[in-house]
């Protein structure tokens, strides 16, 4: 029996599913305050850099910069709204959204 993929490689795989054109701009910010809800600041570097390498992004993307884009999430959250459109999108790529916290 195989065993179940962990926290950290279910989110990446949700967030491929969920975005298999590549995360705008404008929900990388929401996705970030989800992630760091469910997975600690260094998985949260990892996905983001995993993910960036995948998609191809413009510039690359450095550890310092997610962590200061995980800082900047954690000081000024985005809006309920926007936060509930990217789980609504993860959501239906399967991530668990009672694996969410209500209000932070």
Do not use: C, H
């Amino acid at each position: 029996m195989a065993d179940s993929p962990s926290l950290f490689e279910s989110a990446i795989n949700w967030i491929r599913t969920g975005y298999p054109e590549g995360i705008p701009p404008t929900e990388f910010p929401p996705l970030l305050a989800l992630l760091v809800r469910v997975l600690d600041e260094e998985d949260v570097t990892t996905v983001a850099l995993t993910l960036a390498r995948e998609y191809g992004v413009d510039q690359p993307v450095t550890e310092e910069q997610i962590a200061g884009a995980i800082e900047k999430v954690t000081n000024d959250e985005p809006t309920a709204d926007e936060i509930n459109q990217v789980a609504g999108r993860l959501a239906a790529a399967g991530w668990p959204l009672s694996a969410v916290p209500a209000g932070r």
